[in-house]
Nanobody, 127 residues
Framework: DVQLQAFGGGLVQTGGSLRLSCAAS????????IGWFRQAPGKEREGVSC????????YYVDSVKGRFTISRDNAKNTVSLQMNSLKPGDSAVYYC????????????????????WGQGTQVTVSS
C-alpha cells in the first residue's frame, strides 16, 4: 500500500521556523519527483517547492526563495521542507506529493502531475 505521511506543522510566530517532513511507505523516493504544495482558505493550491528525480535539482516559488529548503533523505525515505523566516502569508495546509518518473519542470508545478499525496499538515504563522 503506497502512502505519504506528512508531519511537522504547527503554530509559530512571524520569523519563526518549522520543518515539515514526509515519510513514504510502499515505495522509495529514489525514482520519484517530489513536490510540496500549499493551500490557504479561499485560495487555490499552489506549488511551493519541487525536486527533480533526474538530478535532484530543486525549485522554489518566488515568495519562498531564500527562506525554504527542500531536501530528500534516501536512507530514511523521507523528504523535508525546512521553512525559515515564516510570514503570516505562509499559513496554509501543506501537502507533500510524489510522482514516479521525470516530469518536465512546468509539470512539476502542476498539482495534477502528482499521483501520490500526503494528508496535509497545517502551518499557522501568527503576526
Amino acid at each position: 500500500d503506497v502512502q505519504l505521511q506528512a508531519f511537522g506543522g504547527g503554530l509559530v510566530q512571524t520569523g519563526g521556523s518549522l520543518r515539515l517532513s514526509c515519510a513514504a511507505s510502499g515505495f522509495t523516493f529514489d525514482d520519484y519527483a517530489i513536490g510540496w504544495f500549499r493551500q490557504a482558505p479561499g485560495k487555490e493550491r499552489e506549488g511551493v517547492s519541487c525536486m527533480s528525480s533526474a538530478d535532484g535539482s530543486v525549485y522554489y516559488v518566488d515568495s519562498v526563495k531564500g527562506r525554504f529548503t527542500i531536501s530528500r533523505d534516501n536512507a530514511k525515505n523521507t523528504v523535508s521542507l525546512q521553512m525559515n523566516s515564516l510570514k503570516p502569508g505562509d499559513s496554509a495546509v501543506y501537502y507533500c506529493t510524489a510522482v514516479r518518473g521525470n516530469p518536465v519542470l512546468s509539470a512539476l508545478w502542476t498539482s495534477s502531475t502528482y499521483n501520490y499525496w500526503g494528508q496535509g499538515t497545517q502551518v499557522t504563522v501568527s503576526s
